[in-house]
């Protein structure tokens, strides 16, 4: 130990040296402390160069200011540094005044020492305790106060982020209810097309082309609500996360091919021509009644909705681990008003959960969007949205990309991007 003698009044450089001499100690000593301190956790988990972070920039600083030079760094700045590195390390504003604590008192601890090796500096000792406060005073300070700072921020960008989440599910609710509103708008029109036609065939008078007649009105409005009703109860359990899925391996193109089949009579009623178009055989793993539910809601939208002309299921194998289904129409394309509704501009993301593509507004070029929950405004037909609310909903639960083209009077195109192995 190097023996300091104040004859020469110099005993404010002699501490200078004594605390450069002793600085590893103390920074071992408080490390030491803070470890000992069962109150604090954050210590532990920090190697010895992230512990003591700028407070060894600090100690020069005191040195330079007991020899009266001005600071070399700015003093302000690495206690903020300090304070913003605890944050980072998810230190509670408790556990950095506890640190700070103890620096403070392992530094007047090297303080008393180095009084009691050279007690001739009773002189001097006001004025080094005097250095000492004010920098214990300025490392709690810019330490702690940065720290606040951030803890204010981090409460306002909760806060900021709970507003947000908030009216965000304030504009799903209305969304669903204006959902709900219009189905039961359907179902109610639907049950007095019901009631209507039902007292109609009461009368005696009716001839046989009458009453055939309003059997089918009868018929086909019982379909509708049955549909409705089923629709409703699809998207009450999509919505509760009761759907479950159940992972296999199949051949999608038989699937689809069978499942255009199906729709082939709907389509000649209506004089479109419904063809399919893909590989012969696509093993892929996936759910098969999910994905039967999401091809068959778009095929069923493309026939109501298209007048005259035709609808295509297609199917291709990607190279990416991917696969890629499309069901296209010749039909009516979506109105702008529709796609403002119905369709949110965003940016390339990946496959997982939904794949996002932009949006441009050029009517005289394709268009893709990400479909978003506004099922009100479903192309111009009430009720529709249930079904595209289901095909989103599924999509997501199946990690599908969603995208459609639409070009105005040209017809649409839905495509699902899929993975073609399921990975957990």
Not at 261 to 266: H, I, M, T
Not at 289 to 306: D, G
């Amino acid at each position: 130990m190097i023996s300091y003698n104040d004859s020469d009044g110099s005993s404010v450089g002699h501490l200078t040296l004594f605390l450069a001499e002793r600085q590893h100690d103390l920074l071992d000593n408080w490390r030491t402390a803070c470890g000992n301190d069962f109150s604090l956790k954050g210590a532990e988990s920090l190697s010895r160069e992230q512990f003591i972070n700028q407070v060894p920039a600090m100690l020069n600083v005191l040195g330079q200011r007991l020899n009266g030079e001005a600071d070399r760094e700015d003093f302000r700045l690495l206690t903020a540094g300090h304070g913003l590195h605890r944050w980072q390390k998810g230190y509670d504003l408790s556990d950095l005044s506890a640190e700070m604590h103890h620096l403070n008192r392992l530094l007047l601890g090297e303080l008393r020492a180095f009084w009691k090796l050279n007690p001739s500096t009773n002189a001097s000792l006001a004025f080094s305790y005097e250095h000492l406060a004010e920098f214990s005073n300025e490392i709690n300070t810019g330490s702690i106060t940065q720290y606040a700072d951030l803890q204010r921020q981090a409460a306002l960008n909760r806060a900021e982020a709970l507003q947000k989440t908030l009216a965000e599910l304030n504009e799903i609710g209305k969304q669903r209810s204006d959902l709900l509103r219009n189905s039961f708008h359907d179902l109610r029109g639907s049950f007095t097309a019901l009631q209507g036609a039902a007292s109609l065939l009461e009368m005696v008078n009716n001839s046989d082309q009458e009453r055939k007649e309003l059997l089918e009105i009868l018929r086909r409005n019982l379909v509708n609500c049955r549909t409705l009703v089923t629709q409703l109860m699809d998207l009450a359990r999509l919505e509760a996360g009761q759907e479950v899925l159940q992972i296999k391996c199949i051949d999608a193109a038989q699937m689809l091919t069978d499942l255009v089949s199906r729709y082939q009579p709907l389509a000649n009623d209506r004089g479109l021509i419904l063809n399919c178009e893909g590989p012969a055989s696509l093993l892929v793993e996936c759910d098969p009644i999910h994905l039967q539910r999401i091809v068959q809601n778009l095929v069923l939208n493309a026939l109501k909705h298209t007048e005259s002309g035709w609808v295509s299921v297609g199917w291709t194998l990607g190279n990416d681990n991917c696969w890629t289904i499309s069901v296209q129409d010749s039909g009516p394309g979506l109105p702008n008003a529709i796609q403002n509704d119905f369709f949110a501009q965003t940016d390339d993301s990946s496959l997982h959960p939904m794949e996002n593509v932009n949006m441009t507004a050029d009517d005289s070029c394709h268009q893709e969007m990400l479909l978003t929950p506004s099922p009100q405004t479903a192309f111009s037909h009430k009720g529709e949205g249930i079904g595209l609310s289901i095909v989103k909903g599924l999509c997501e639960l199946l990690r599908a990309g969603l995208s459609i083209e639409s070009r105005r009077g040209e017809g649409t195109t839905f495509r699902i991007k899929l993975a073609t192995y399921w990975q957990n």
